[in-house]
């Protein structure tokens, strides 16, 4: 069974950067598109970002483009969250999150309904 473990985030001031990554076990990740997700109190989770299982292909939300990539490592069966030039409106709990490979090894997508595994999350506040 797949499990997902975040670590990295933290307190930043704005401007900041932080590095989260989402750790496998029980299977490789190579199999799986990765996304990464957060959610602000009182608010829907959002999509942030997306890598397919090969690599090759991401998708950022709007809001953090320029800012953030994504990247993942297979030898380390991990994916990260480079986020720079941090904004307090990037306060939330961030969640990584995994679709097992279903026919294409570019797929990428930030809906949350899509995603079948889910980490504990970890919580990334940006303030001053």
């Known amino acids: 069974q797949l499990q997902l473990v975040e670590s990295g985030g933290g307190l930043v001031q704005p401007g900041g950067s932080l590095r989260l990554s989402c750790t496998a076990s029980?299977?490789?990740?190579?199999?799986?598109?990765i996304g990464w997700f957060r959610q602000a109190p009182g608010k829907e989770r959002e999509g942030v970002s997306c890598?397919?299982?090969?690599?090759?292909?991401?998708n950022y939300t709007d809001s953090v483009k320029g800012r953030f990539t994504i990247s993942r490592d297979s030898a380390k069966n991990t994916v990260y969250l480079q986020m720079n030039r941090l904004k307090p409106e990037d306060t939330a709990v961030y969640y990584c999150?995994?679709?097992?490979?279903?026919?294409?090894?570019?797929?990428?997508?930030?809906?949350?309904?899509?995603?079948?595994?889910w980490g504990q999350g970890t919580q990334v506040t940006v303030s001053s």
């Open positions: 029980g299977s490789t990740l190579d199999y799986y598109a």
């Open positions: 890598i397919s299982s090969s690599g090759g292909d991401t």
């Open positions: 999150a995994a679709i097992y490979y279903s026919g294409s090894y570019h797929y990428t997508t930030l809906r949350v309904y899509e995603y079948d595994y």
